[in-house]
């Protein structure tokens, strides 16, 4: 019995040091600020349970044999099919106890696979196989199981609590980036362990700039339907501008750069790919590609959440000019914004003097549409409410400071108030 409980003693505090700050921890709080305390906790339990048990037997018996590396693969994607269901949100029935035990049941098994799957090859993992050579297999298990749960229980308290005081969208979101950055965490451990090679080392030798300027054709192709389709579903519907679109006017050269713009950011990778121009060096290395990637995705992600804005309002009725959340609360024009934002990561993938001039001149190109056509047009059709829309917010970013006093002045008295 001694050795039981001297055993429980040890790997419990063995353990309950070890996850403070581990991704266990953090996973624990990111589950808490979706679902009820009780779910995660008995989520966790289980899976450490199981995972705990798994351990002391490797440690009492068999040896540290397990596959961790195909392990963590598994576990990535996982982590990354949770990020996706995270941000689209539980479905709801109109039964609400209903949906609160579905909740309860769903959360319950995310939580045992997700902590299931990470925890296989974990330091918690290695440091109980470790305890389980030198001490009982009982007291081993029992003290790692519940010295993680309870390191994971603090993480659930301070979830519950932000959960508490921050918005249900703001919850959704982080929850959902928080699942992303665990998967590709997992997916870096994986790859290191599969190659034997740490995981920058396996993306240096493999992304040379043939390979980067293929990934810039596919993702701008990519892009270019994704923006197509959602900018037909968004403007279904709308009113014609009342601004002149023949040839020669603003509108016509704002299309005509649009789309040499697009013409060349599609040309520049596909010439860097048959070798038939070369990248400029300073750019070309591996690491730059990956700031690429991530702005063509960030820039498309604005993109496309702005046009669902847009979408959803006119569906609804509703100004946008009038809104209180989302990009056009802050922004004019936020899908200008991420066209930018996309055609500067094409250009820093595959880096050409004609990416470059591409996105010149898609900067030129969302100047002349705003300033030339869409805020006049749209002055016009609405008057003072979008001029006072224009005094609150930027045109391609959020508004810094308070607008001009000479652009206030113009306004009555009570929306001098308001935008000041």
Known sequence: MQDVLAAFLISFGVIFVAELGDKSQLMALTFATRYKTWPVLLGITIATSVVHLVSVAVGHGLGATIPTGWIALAAAVAFLGFGAWTLKGDSLSEDEQEKVNRTARSAVVAASVAFFLAELGDKTMLATIT???????????????????????????????LGKRLPERTIRYGAAAGFVVFGVVLLVDAIGQLTGRGAWEVVSATLD???????????????????????????????????????????WWSQALFAVALLLGLVAPLLV????????????????????????????AVVLASLVQMGTARR??????????????????????????????????????LGVLATLLIVVAVQIQARAVREPGLTQA?????????????????????????RRAGLPENDRERVG
């Open 316 to 353: 609804r009725g509703q100004n946008l000019a009038l809104t209180s959340s989302g990009f056009y609360a802050r922004v004019r024009n936020p899908a200008f914004t991420g066209m930018v934002v996309a055609t500067a990561g094409g250009l820093v993938m595959a880096p050409t003097m």
């Open 273 to 300: 790919a048959f070798d038939v121009i070369e990248p400029i060096a300073v750019f070309s290395s591996p690491g730059w590609v990956v700031v690429g990637v991530g702005l063509l995705l960030l820039g498309v």
């Open 382 to 406: 609405l008057g003072e409410e979008y001029a006072n829309y224009l005094a609150r917010t930027g045109r391609f970013l959020p508004r810094l400071r308070a607008p001009h006093p000479e």
């Open 131 to 161: 305890l389980a050579t030198q001490h009982g297999w009982f007291g081993v298990w029992l003290g790692s199981t519940l010295g993680m749960v309870a390191a994971d229980a603090l993480a659930i308290v301070v979830g519950r609590q």
């Open 209 to 251: 700039h043939n390979l980067a300027a293929w990934l810039a054709v596919g993702l701008g192709v990519v892009a270019c339907v994704l923006v197509g389709v959602g900018r037909r579903w968004a403007r279904a519907g709308a009113r014609r501008s009342p601004m002149r679109t023949g040839p020669g006017s603003p509108a």
